[in-house]
DNA sequence: TAGTACATCTCGGGC
DNA sequence: GCCCGAGGTGTACTA
């Protein structure tokens, strides 16, 4: 269902009905006005903007991967007349943030009877972990795991571990490259054990680690274990079959 | 430039001489192969493809903001047959990530000459910082500003200043609800100087602070004030005009 | 609902 | 290109 060159009226109907199945697409020149946490606005020019059945609106134009402006899930998208002109309304409550899309032109409005699935995502932080505990010896010969995502006064400790003195080992898992901010999560956590009187070593586990926070992991005491999560999640996948 | 039902090859022209111009439209049922960092896969499904002429692959579906799929700017990213489909590749260099569409029916393929323009937003930290030091007065009655943005060993400092007794005023600006990560952000500057015998405070400058994030601040010793972006944006439009 | 942490985060600025 | 931090981040999960 779609209509090139529509009339405004054609417009506000395919929006507001043909929303609900799914998404709208619409192409037009239009100025956009963001008012809320911030504000902006664009000048006219040809966009396009989505409107989904959640009410989700966004504007995209022809770079970048995110919307120049938006609404998220949730907000309130209608369409109607106002001086002549198609107007798109989007309100988002709390934060209160409103979008309005003026269009001086219409090049294109259509609903698509597009659904929502599920998606197994296999490799994220998560799956990561879950890969070291199975398989801890990848980390250090000899290392027990205690627990996993430990609360604290701090933060969730990744993997909780003893090595073969008995130590505490902290484990920090990151999927890509370690910045700065992972050694000072590692060090807080390393930090409540240390201040107790208690030996305790902390490890960062990552794909990499910047030069930067290579050196304060020095500095701190902590060690750093390279691991690459595709690896890992290959030799799981072979060893668990 | 727009087909209903396209034939295949029209849809492979379309896409791939069309993205040049802006964005390019494809709505179909499609399976999506996701691999790089991490790995999934959509089942056959009606979902909203857009190429946009920076590369960039969008794969959407009926509810969220995000993409359910995508490949980010500078992807090379092309249409071809295989096997009597249309299929749509994406490859990433670094990271290596590769996303493929084969799709089993086409409703609907078009290009529109959607451009990209500036955006000017208002209201963002840096706003918030200069409007600060514009009025350190907001902060702290005396304060006096002595560096913004400066670099320390461990990140930046939003703002750096004196109080009337001469200390060191490490501030730490959040738009909006500042979490405990802001504290320990903030901690790690003051102590900085701490660390040199320096005296030295820290002040965290938000909307609003969470309970947790309360907790440590006092515990570290530092402190809190309460201002609101949009209201500090106002008062200093009206003081400097 | 608020708080917390992850994300194939994306994006822009600095060096 | 690496590094770093903000983002109107969005998103899922948990208490």
């Given at each position: 269902m779609f209509v090139q060159n529509p009339s405004i009226d054609e417009a506000v109907r395919i929006i507001n009905s043909g929303r609900k199945r799914g998404v709208v697409v619409v192409v037009g020149i239009c100025e956009v006005v963001y008012s809320g946490r911030a504000a902006a606005t664009l000048k006219p020019g040809r966009r396009l903007v989505i409107v989904k059945r959640d009410g989700t609106l966004l504007v995209h134009e022809a770079?970048?991967?995110?919307?120049?402006i938006w609404n998220p899930p949730g907000s309130s998208t209608a369409a109607y007349v106002e001086g002549g002109r198609l107007v798109i309304k989007s309100v988002r409550s709390r934060p209160f943030e409103s979008v309005r899309v003026y269009f001086s032109s219409l090049d294109f409005v259509a609903a698509f009877d597009v659904e929502t699935s599920e998606l197994e995502l296999v490799g994220s932080e998560k799956d990561v972990v879950e890969a070291l505990v199975k398989a801890p010896w990848l980390i250090e010969e000899g290392l027990e795991v205690v627990g996993v995502e430990v609360p604290t006064d701090v933060g969730h400790i990744d993997i909780l571990a003893r090595d073969r003195e008995g130590r505490h080992v902290v484990v920090e898992v990151k999927r890509d490259v370690a910045t700065h901010d992972a050694v000072f999560q590692l060090a807080r956590y390393v930090e409540l054990y240390r201040k107790r009187g208690e030996r305790a070593r902390g490890i960062l586990v990552a794909s990499d680690i910047t030069a930067a926070a290579l050196e304060y992991l020095r500095r701190y005491g902590l060690e750093f274990v390279k691991v690459n999560p595709r690896e890992l999640m290959a030799s799981i996948n072979k060893k668990v079959g």
């Open positions: 770079e970048k991967a995110q919307p120049k």
